[in-house]
């Protein structure tokens, strides 16, 4: 079993930031890719971003390109999403999740936490 929180959701005004944590339980946390999803109201749950289990190779949704971080710290068991420049449309909830080579998908998510963007 794995368990994911998120934090660092909250309220920012249009070009600010915020940085998302995603904290894993269990000590198989660095053999897996974890990836960042998001869902705004009245829409489907869209990919963010993903970081292999190194953190060597991570891919970015081309709406959040050049503007979103994903690192990711195993001593720490936590996955990160530094969000730049936002805009009133990454209003959503964001929500982490654990890879599953195995099922070739993602088989653990968290509660996820909400980020409102003002204009």
């Known amino acids: 079993q794995v368990q994911l929180v998120?934090?660092?959701g909250g309220l920012v005004q249009a070009g600010g930031s915020l940085r998302l944590s995603c904290a894993a339980s269990g000590r198989t946390f660095s053999s897996y890719a974890m990836g960042w999803f998001r869902q705004a109201p009245g829409k489907e749950r869209e990919f963010v971003a993903a970081?292999?289990?190194?953190?060597?190779?991570?891919s970015y949704a081309d709406s959040v390109k050049g503007r979103f971080t994903i690192s990711r710290d195993?001593?720490?068991n936590t996955v990160y999403l530094q969000m730049n420049s936002l805009k009133p449309e990454d209003a959503?909830?964001?929500?982490?999740?654990?890879n599953?080579?195995?099922l070739?998908?993602?088989d653990y998510w968290g509660q996820g936490t909400q980020v409102t963007v003002s204009s």
Not at 92 to 98: D, S, T
């Open 6 to 8: 998120e934090s660092g």
């Open 51 to 58: 970081i292999t289990w190194s953190g060597g190779v991570t």
């Open 74 to 76: 195993n001593a720490k």
């Open 92 to 98: 959503a909830v964001y929500y982490c999740a654990k």
């Open 100 to 102: 599953s080579v195995v």
């Open 104 to 106: 070739r998908g993602y």
